[in-house]
């Protein structure tokens, strides 16, 4: 017997294939309303990222327009504060006239023979002194710390220069600068922003792509939407805790104060005050240390820091001081120049700086690297980074090589004048004399004699290198001329130290095979410190041979109540260029 088949349902197969499909439309739909989820919320987070871009165009705003704002009142303040000096200044030339003639009235009155013009002397020396007491009531120099009102001495005009002027434009400036690093920095995050919203562009393009397409289209577009939806999300978030630079006020005040003190320890190191100047670094160092701990980022304060460190290690060095203290000087400059060149990696100032510090210290190959660094950053101030090359080599045992890298420097100079390069000059010549007493070493001498009339010829000649002469100065010795009463001078009396308030000094020497016509020139050195005021330069018209006494260091100012500064005169003459004869002399305090 056969097997029974049931009948088969020709409607079964079709009702099974539409289940299927219904499935497959089910999670379609359920798939479209997963990106269609996904769309709105990054419509949602397009918005809060245009507020936040909005936000920080605000901020940016606002910062650009106070710094602009700032630049405005600081050029108000600029004009009002020279103004404000030349009037103290009027004031204190108009009392140092009443004082020169206050003290001529009193010379008078002290040699007059009649009583009555004697009596009327008197009488204007009392007028003078009581316009002298009005006019110090008209300007700030007169008052303390810049007047000393019981010694009555010329009012400190350097410090009010810094305190009531430099210190103001800096502290201005500096607050300009914070102004314009905050709206760099909101504007960064502005720029920022407006990619992120393009990106969101992108995302929302990519999803509606994936709406109109199926099966793995629609799974790869979804994939790259939801891709880049993470990483702008990362970036959003990474943008938003960025953190924007705060700076406190007593940041830039403290840097300010150090700058300034720094500014004082580097005059008293100039001035061979070298016990002085430690104690001024060291306040200098106070402040400039209180503002990095306020700004840990503060490039400016570790530049300063390590400036002011450099001239403690200088003083010290060149004052004969402690060594260990001036080493660990050294070595923190050093370490505060490498900070800040962490911070700004390409500051030719901050090389130069480093180079010299290290050589100081005893390093001369870094030091070698740092200074050539300055060349490569800034071409334009390769001169007096050659001559810091110059006396690192020779100070490294090559002195042949370092003067050649002089001579370089100085045709360089020749060729391509700069204002600065008269500083760059003065100091080397500085420094080498300085080295040759506290670390002598082969070429130092040599290489002091060619700055020095290279300085001379370019000054005054034009030429690198001084002319040809036979010209030679002997017996140099210094004089005050004695003057009888009817002002003819009869006499020197002749020293190399002479008493307080001495006006003049005359500079007495025999000479022989000058050359009618040849160029003269006397530099005057006040404490190691070249006095360009004090200079005189002549063309010759003595005759070849002879003694010579008409050139003098003298103060700017005859018959004044002052006369030289106590300290220690240098003069030198050159003769086309070359140095022919100097000496010594000292006026006692």
């Known amino acids: 017997m056969a097997e029974a088949h049931d009948p088969i349902d020709e ?8 289940d299927v499909k219904s499935r497959d439309t089910r999670f379609t739909w359920n798939l479209n309303h997963l990106i269609i989820m996904l769309t709105a919320g990054v419509a949602v987070f397009a918005t809060i990222v245009a507020a936040l871009q909005t936000d920080a165009n605000i901020r940016a705003s606002q910062a650009n ?16 504060d020279l103004f404000e000096v030349g009037y103290d200044l009027q004031v204190v030339r108009l009392w140092w006239s009443q004082q020169r003639l206050a003290l001529s009235a009193k010379l008078l009155a002290s040699t007059e023979e009649d009583p009555d013009r004697s009596a009327w002397y008197l009488q204007e020396l009392q007028r003078l002194a009581s316009t002298s007491k009005l006019l110090t009531d008209q300007s700030n120099l007169f008052t303390s710390p810049y007047f000393d009102v019981v010694t009555g001495l010329w009012p400190d005009l350097n410090r009010y220069w810094y305190e ?34 393009t990106l969101v562009a992108v ?45 406190a006020p007593q940041a830039l005040e403290a840097y300010v104060a150090g700058h300034i003190k720094a500014i004082y320890a580097l005059q008293e190191e100039i001035q061979s005050q070298h016990g002085v100047a430690p104690e001024k670094a060291d306040e200098a160092i106070a402040y400039l240390s209180r503002a990095i701990a306020l700004r840990p980022d503060y490039t400016a304060a570790y530049v300063t820091r390590g400036d002011a460190y450099t001239v403690k290690g200088e003083a010290l060095l060149f004052g004969e001081g402690d060594a260990t203290v001036r080493d660990a000087s050294f070595r923190q400059a050093v ?26 210290l005893g390093e001369p190959e870094p030091a070698l690297e740092a200074v050539q660094r300055v060349i490569e950053l800034s071409p334009v101030k390769q001169f007096g980074a050659r001559l810091v090359l110059g006396e690192i080599l020779m100070g490294m045992g090559n002195p042949q090589e ?33 080295l040759q007493v506290v670390r002598p070493h082969p070429g130092l001498p040599e290489s002091t004699l060619l700055l020095k009339e290279a300085f001379v010829s370019l000054q005054y000649r034009g030429k690198p290198y001084p002319g040809s002469t036979r010209a030679q100065i002997t017996h140099l010795a210094f004089g005050v001329p004695m003057v009888e009463r009817a002002g003819k001078v009869t006499q020197y009396w002749i020293s190399d130290h002479f008493p307080a308030n001495t006006e003049q000094v005359n500079v007495l020497f025999d000479y022989q095979d000058m050359v ?17 005021f004090y200079h005189q330069i002549l063309t010759w018209h003595n005759g070849a041979s002879g ?18 500064l106590p300290g220690r005169y240098r003069v030198e003459i050159y003769v086309e260029g070359n140095l022919r004869a100097s000496g010594e002399f000292i006026v006692e305090s």
């Not at 327009?65 to 009002?80: D, M, P, W």
């Not at 900070?339 to 100081?360: C, F, I, K, V």
């Not at 002089?406 to 004048?417: M, S």
């Open 547 to 564: 003694r010579c006494d008409y050139l003098a260091v003298r103060t700017p100012v005859q018959h004044t109540p002052f006369g030289l």
């Open 65 to 80: 327009r106070e710094a602009q704002a700032q630049a405005l009142r600081t050029l108000q303040s600029n004009v009002s």
């Open 335 to 360: 370490a505060d120049y490498r900070r800040a060149l962490e911070l700004q990696p390409d500051s030719y100032h901050t090389y130069w700086n480093l180079g010299w510090a290290l050589y100081l």
């Open 11 to 18: 409607d079964a197969a079709p009702t099974c294939h539409s």
């Open 402 to 434: 370092g003067l050649a890298e002089i001579r370089r420097a100085i045709e360089h100079a020749a060729a391509h004048p700069l204002s600065s390069d008269a500083y760059y000059f003065r100091q080397m010549i500085r420094n080498s004399e300085r």
């Open 516 to 532: 009618e016509g040849e160029q003269v020139v006397l530099k005057v050195y006040y404490n190691g410190v070249e006095r360009p």
């Open 203 to 247: 995302t929302l393009f990519l999803y509606g792509l994936a709406l109109t397409v199926e099966r793995y289209l629609k799974w790869g577009f979804l994939a790259l939407g939801s891709a880049n939806l993470s990483f702008i999300l990362v970036w959003t978030v990474l943008t938003a805790i960025q953190p924007i630079p705060h700076v």
């Open 164 to 197: 009531q002027v430099v210190a103001p434009q800096m502290l201005a400036s500096e607050h300009q600068s914070v102004q314009m690093e905050l709206g760099r920095a909101w504007g960064q995050k502005g720029n920022a922003y407006q990619t992120i919203i």
